[in-house]
């Protein structure tokens, strides 16, 4: 069974900073392109970044771009978000999410979320 | 990274047939064959159901189907039933040097 389970999310103050990760399994995790997507709770999904197969390419969107850091260990099977100078906006559910046509965006497996809370 | 336009609401009766567009730029659904649509329930991880415009993963009924003209992508439902009852999103690649991913706003369906 194809399974992602996101974990490291938490309360942080604005001007800090947290690591996600996105424990791997049933698939071979090391020819995929992964993503981050994001959601503030009652609100739409939101792309993050995304990886290709060996790290070699990673795109952000503006919004957090120089803030934030998606990286892979594929020995591990496991990918990560590390998220610095965070802000309240940041607060959000956090989704890792593997994508089955070369990084286009075809996410077709998702973990469950992580919610990170950016406040005071 | 605008958003793709999604109509905020759409709603239909058991056994009719209901579409949901999504339009964007010729930056994005309109220059690439990378729309993909997802099914959200309440409380719950976004579901693929159609990806690279109109394809259906293993598993999806073909109640669902995809197509796209121009700037805009469309996602229709027959035959609803009121399991379809949920949020929809689009998304497509954009090109354009910023080789990123964007989501339209969402559509919430209503299953009368």
């Known amino acids: 069974e194809v399974q992602l389970v996101e974990s490291g999310g938490g309360l942080v103050q604005p001007g800090g900073s947290l690591r996600l990760s996105c424990a791997a399994s049933g698939f071979t995790f090391s020819t995929h392109w992964m993503h981050w997507v994001r959601q503030v709770p009652g609100k739409g999904l939101v792309w993050v970044s995304r990886v290709n197969s060996d790290e070699s390419t990673t795109n952000y969107a503006d919004s957090v771009k120089g803030r934030f850091t998606i990286s892979r260990d594929n020995a591990k099977n496991t990918l990560y978000l590390q998220m610095n100078s965070l802000r309240a906006e940041d607060t959000a559910v956090y989704y890792c999410a593997k994508d089955r046509v070369a990084g286009s965006g075809s996410l077709d497996c998702w973990g469950q979320g992580t919610l990170v809370t950016v406040s005071s | 990274q605008s958003a793709l336009t999604q109509p905020a609401s759409v709603s239909g009766s058991p056994g009719q047939s209901i579409t949901i567009s999504c339009t964007g730029t010729s930056s994005d659904v309109g220059g690439y064959n990378y729309v993909s649509w997802f099914q959200q329930h309440p409380g719950k991880a976004p579901k693929l159901i159609i990806y690279?415009?109109?394809n259906r993963p293993s598993g999806i009924s073909d109640r669902f189907s995809g197509s796209k003209s121009d700037n805009t992508a469309s996602l229709t439902i027959s035959g609803l039933q009121t399991e379809d009852e949920a949020d929809y999103y689009c998304?497509?690649?954009?090109?354009?040097?910023?080789?990123?991913?964007?989501f339209g706003g969402g559509t919430k369906l209503t299953v009368l």
């Open positions: 998304s497509s690649y954009t090109g354009s040097g910023t080789n990123t991913v964007v």
């Open positions: 690279a415009v109109s």
